[in-house]
């Protein structure tokens, strides 16, 4: 086939919703796009155990350190899949931890804030694994195969996620007043970098449209956003709590909630590396993979002579 009737091809796999799977052609770009996206998200999955990894051992009772532990597990899990995912498309895994371990990749920027009390382990279920629900639902029919098939399981993981938060919520916004009190704070805290996972405004967003086109995003970053704000203002009401937003506001003709400002500028500098916890969150990445150097070696020595016993070469 010339490459034009391979671009055909690929269109027509496009336009018609058939995925797209590592052996097809595919162009150039969209192996690069996805091959960013699918290892930051990979990141951001692996970086995101840490701000609750810090709770395990304090957590209240025995109940929710098993439920905190499950989902930080499942943590891992997904960075595995999303990995795997990535590997199809012809990168290694060593050459995406060098990534990330050398500052050059990114991961999602809330990750990059601390945990200070309890109460943010219900703040990070409800909103930030809320916010990845709606990033990742659509991204179930996402064009390239085993990304899409990846993110059915994560997607039913992160439900019990968003789940679990909310409980964690209700449970303190139900108890004393200084539990209420920590609950709102923990809300206050998280919101805006909630509401910044979805990314820059579309008009500052220069990719959307080709994302859009090759059918790798189907929602915009702004119309994720909006869907995050309406169906979170309903939920804090019934937490009795209050959103951190002066504007905030039903607007009778859009049929959604008006927002106030968000500080991109805070963003942008979280992204660039000067967030309260980046330069931590990096330290502990490096530090677990050079202290599991010796596992990494246990197995292949292991590998190597399975090989051997069997005859075939190692
Ligand atoms: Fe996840
Ligand atoms: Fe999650």
Redesign the pocket.
Known sequence: MTAINHQEHFDHKIDNDITIEPRDWMPDDYRKTLIRQISQHAHS?VV?MLPEGNWITRAPSLRRKAVLLAKVQ??AG?GLYLYSAAETLGITRDQMYEQLHSGKAKYSSIFNYPTITWADMGAIGWLVDGA?IMNQVPLCRTSYGPYARAMVR?CKE?SFHQRQGFEIMMQLCKGTAAQKKMAQDALNRWWWPALMMFGPTDDASPHTARSMRWRIKRFTNDELRQKMVDVTVEQAKVLGLTMPDPDLKWNEARGHYDFGAINWEEFNNVIKGNGPCNKERLNTRRKAWQEGQWVRDAALAYARKQASADGTPA
């Open positions: 999955e995101g499942d943590e997904h990845a994560v992160e």
